[in-house]
C-alpha cells in the first residue's frame, strides 16, 4: 500500500513530464486532481489508498485516461468545454469542479481505467523504426520477415504504409492517410528498396481495433492536448481497417521462441520493438536475448537476423534505436529520439563489431511517455 506522499509525488512527477513535453492541459488537470485529493475529495479517495506503487503502475495516467474517455465519448460535457481544441482553458476552480462531476457520475469507467496499465500505440515511433528497416534491407537486400514484441494494436507492423518525410527524404507511401515528417536532425537514413515478406506481432493484451470500445481505449490514453499524436493514430487505424495487422495475444518469451526456432531462407527475420522492453520481467528479457543469440548462431547470408529496438537505456534520456545483424554481429547505434517519435537525431550505420547487447534493464512498469 502506497502513502499519501507517494501518490503526491507520483502526480507531480506526470505532471511535470507531461509539462515538458507539450501537453500543458494534462500537467493542469493532474495538478487539479491532485490538490482536489489532497483537500479530501471523496470521488479520489480510492487513488489515496492505492494498492501498488503510484509510479510504476503509471497512476496519474490511469486516471488522465478515465477522464478523456469520459470526454471523448461525451459523457463528460463539463469537462469537455475545458478541452483546448474546444478553446476553453477555464479557471481552475470550474476545472476542478468539472472534474469532480464527471468522476462521480461514472465511478464505474474511473474503477475499470484505475484496475488496468494505460495502453498506447504511438504510431509516431514507425517514422524512428524506419531507418533500421532500410539499413537492414540495405544490408540484407532480401524481404523482411517481421515480428514485432509488444505490438499492441499493431499499428508498427504497418510502418510501410505510411508516407514520411524525414528531413529532406521523402518515403513510404505518398497516399497513405497518415504522413509522418518528424523534426529530423543529421543526416538522412539510408535509401532502400523494402519489401516486407510477412508481419506478425505478439502483445499480452493485444487491442482488438475492429470493437469501438478498444478503438475508443486506446484514443483515450493519448494527452488530451496532444491533437497531432490523436490525428497520427486516427490515420493509422484508417489503414489498419483495410489491412488489419496480425497481433497474437503471447507473452513475448514463448512467442519469439516458437518463432525462431526454425532460420527460415530467403528473407530477412527482423524481431524488433519499442518502449516495450522495462514492462518485462528480468527473466523475460533473459529468455528473449537467449533465444537471439541461439538464432543469431545460425543466422547467415540466405536467412539472416536482425534485432531492432526503440527502448530507454535510461530512462533519464532519450530512448535510442539500435540494431543488431547477423552474420557478424555487427551493432549500430542509429539514432536517438523523442519518445513518440516527434524529434529524431539520426547517427546513420558508422558500423561497430560488438558484442550482443540488450537494452539496459530500467525499472519494470509503466513509462510516464505512454
Ligand atoms: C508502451 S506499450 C508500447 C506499444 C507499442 N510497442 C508502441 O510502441 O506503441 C507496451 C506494450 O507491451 C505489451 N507488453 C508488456 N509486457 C509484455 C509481454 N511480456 N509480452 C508481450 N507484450 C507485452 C503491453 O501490453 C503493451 O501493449
Known sequence: MSTIEQVVDAFERQATYCGEHGSPFTARLLRVALRALQRGEPALQVIAAWPGDPVADALPLRLAGALHALVLDGRAEALARHDPEAGGAGDEVALRDAMVAALRTHP????????????????????????????????????????????????????????????????????????????WHGAAPPVAEVRVDSRMGCDLAPVDISVVSQRLRLRSYVWADQQSRMAQLDAALAVAARQRPQVTRAMADDWL???????????????????????????????????????????????PLAWLRFEFDDPSQRPSLRLSLWPGPVEWHLADAQAHGQEVFWHGGAAATTALRAPRHGRVGASPTM
Open 257 to 303: 521462441e516458437r518463432q525462431l526456432a526454425t532460420p527460415v531462407a530467403g528473407v530477412a527475420t527482423v524481431v524488433y520493438h519499442s518502449i516495450f522492453w522495462s514492462y518485462l520481467p528480468a527473466a523475460a528479457k533473459a529468455r528473449i536475448a537467449a533465444a537471439i543469440e541461439r538464432a543469431a548462431q545460425a543466422a547467415d547470408a540466405a536467412a
Open 108 to 183: 464505474e469507467v474511473v474503477s475499470d481505467y484505475l484496475a488496468r496499465p494505460p495502453q498506447t500505440n504511438e504510431v509516431g515511433r514507425s517514422a524512428v523504426l524506419l531507418g533500421g528497416f532500410t539499413t537492414i534491407a540495405a544490408h540484407a537486400g532480401l524481404p523482411l520477415r517481421l515480428l514485432e514484441l509488444g505490438a499492441s494494436a499493431g499499428l508498427n507492423l504497418n510502418w510501410d504504409r505510411y508516407g514520411y518525410r524525414l528531413g529532406d527524404t521523402h518515403g513510404g507511401d505518398p497516399a497513405s492517410p497518415l504522413q509522418l515528417a518528424p523534426s
